[in-house]
């Protein structure tokens, strides 16, 4: 099958030097594959009448025995050999010195250099060479039977490529997929799959040779990183599966606790205010969250604010999904609240509102973009820098749990009370840090329910191990100074902000702070 094979590909391979490629590669490939099933169907049947099947399989030159003129059928053979031969000879270095233009093979600058007539030298000199040490390996073997098979295979192998691409770009539907030769989606499917059926039945062991040499390259070529001015299958590919899970998954009964992970909207005016909460938003995203960094710029900074572009790449580097959206603002509420609504309809939307607190901060604006964020299913962190130790030595983690008395339940949804847990997961993951959860109760009676309590949250919420539950009673202004020593503090946040009070608990606990508020969609126990 090999001479009409490659002469098949004889004009696939040259198809840089034809004046209509897109017209003739067609029609030559249908012909060859038409005239090239006629005569070995013919082959076949005039087989099947002159020998039996016990003298096709033990005889290779039977056809020449039992042909009128046998001397005929050897020149053919010969002249079909020598055809495909030299076919590829002239085919092959173009075909290596397009690869090498375009940096896929190593060597490149070399192998894509031209003579002054446009030979392709080096990539014939290289072809030679390969053509001569497979003749020479199949010499000194069991004849070219030796590697024939795995020559097979590597044919097969682009059949079944060729047909699988064929096949995803016909299921996906894109506009970009229109083939002026239509065919029912049946036929590359046969192909694919009669491809893969033939390369085993052929050969198992070279078979898996064949493709694990296939994925080697594949991935040899994804660490390169090699650019090309064109997109291929694969972003189609993706884009329409995610497209699939995103329609599957809106149609799904609404449930969000049990996939929820850290998707956070930070809204900032430059990269530096990003900067100041970079190892924050490392630590509480890691691994497998996201961050989406919305830039707001006034009318003659929107070239610092081009700053932020590069933190895409800088999360990037660290496993962090990171997106960055500049808009030109007039005041800064206005285009959070506004950015907050639309992301609302994005399938993967935010689910964290992230904002720096200061003692400047306007609390009537800050209230808004609280309440804003309430109505749209957002979770809140308000994040209180304290200038002197910053996150310390990322050591030790507080969580303060506001007392629940008198049911002390716990549920799938816990009042204002998941955000805190799975955030303080987050970092004690991250950290290798010691958790710590606080609650402090007014009636010393109530001790052992909040005890109950916490124990119960570290077994189900599956804290780690080192995780410690501290009951005090009293008044929390008392016992703050009494309280571990953490390199932060997380406590809820009410309805109504009060940044004062945010400001004394910094000062309190001689540490940064975290407030946080729930939006619903959570839950520390699923």
Not at 198 to 216: D, G, K
Not at 247 to 266: E, N
Not at 400 to 427: C, F, I, T
């Amino acid at each position: 099958f090999f001479p009409a094979v490659t002469g098949v590909l004889a004009g696939v391979n040259l198809s840089g030097t034809l004046a209509k490629p897109r017209r003739s590669i067609p029609i030559g490939t249908l012909a060859a594959i038409g005239v090239s099933f006629a005569v070995y169907i013919s082959l076949a049947y005039w087989s099947s009448i002159v020998a039996t099947p016990e003298e096709l399989v033990a005889n290779f030159t039977i056809m020449i025995d039992r042909a009128a003129f046998g001397w005929a059928v050897q020149a053919g053979i010969l002249a079909a050999t020598f055809s495909a031969a030299l076919n590829s000879l002239v085919g092959a270095p173009r075909v290596l010195q397009a690869m090498a233009a375009h940096g896929v093979v190593p060597f490149g600058a070399r192998l894509a250099q031209e003579t002054a007539s446009g030979e392709p030298r080096p990539a014939m000199l290289v072809t030679g060479a390969i053509a001569v040490a497979t003749l020479l390996f199949g010499l000194s073997g069991n004849g070219l039977n030796q590697i024939a098979p795995l020559m097979t295979m590597f044919f097969l192998i682009t059949y079944a490529v060729l047909n699988g691409v064929v096949l995803l770009e016909q299921l996906m539907a894109l506009t970009s997929f229109r083939p002026l030769l239509r065919i029912p989606k049946v036929v590359p499917l046969i192909g694919l799959l009669g491809s893969v059926v033939a390369m085993f039945l052929i050969a198992p062991i070279f078979s898996l040779v064949a493709l694990v040499t296939i994925v080697v390259l594949y991935e040899v070529l994804q660490l390169r990183q090699l650019k090309a001015p064109w997109s291929d299958v694969r972003s189609g590919l993706f884009g329409s599966i995610a497209e699939w899970a995103a329609k599957r998954t809106l149609s799904m009964p609404q449930g969000h606790d049990r996939a929820w992970k850290p998707s956070l909207l930070v809204p900032v005016d430059s990269a530096s205010a990003v900067r100041r909460s970079y190892r924050f938003l490392m630590a509480i995203t890691r691994p497998n969250g996201s961050i989406h960094i919305l830039g707001t710029y006034g009318d003659n900074d929107h070239e610092r604010a081009k700053g932020l572009l590069a933190y895409e790449r800088i999360f990037a580097s660290e496993a962090i999904f990171a997106r960055v959206a500049l808009v030109k603002a007039q005041t800064f509420a206005s285009t959070l609240q506004t950015a907050m609504e639309v992301y609302r309809s994005v399938f993967f939307r935010p689910n964290t509102l992230f904002l720096p607190v200061t003692a400047h901060t306007d609390e009537e604006e800050l209230q808004a973009i609280l309440d804003q964020a309430t109505s749209n299913h957002l979770g809140v962190i308000l994040y209180v820098d304290n200038p002197l130790t910053a996150l310390g030595r990322e050591q030790v983690l507080n969580v303060w749990l506001r007392e629940q008395s008198p049911a002390w339940e716990v549920g799938l949804q816990l009042s204002n009370l998941d955000l805190a847990l799975l955030l303080a997961y987050q970092l004690a993951r991250n950290w290798h840090a010691r958790l710590n959860l606080i609650t402090v109760v007014s009636d010393s009676s109530e001790k052992v329910k909040g005890q109950a309590f916490l124990d119960s949250l570290i077994e189900l919420g599956r804290m780690p191990r080192s995780t410690r539950a501290i009951v005090s009673t009293g008044a929390l202004d008392d016992f703050l100074p009494h309280a571990p020593q953490a390199d932060l503090n997380v406590f809820g946040l009410q309805q109504t902000v009060d940044v004062r009070f945010m400001q004394r608990m910094v000062e309190a606990t001689g540490s940064t702070c975290v407030f946080v508020r729930d939006s619903g969609l959570e839950s520390a126990l699923a």
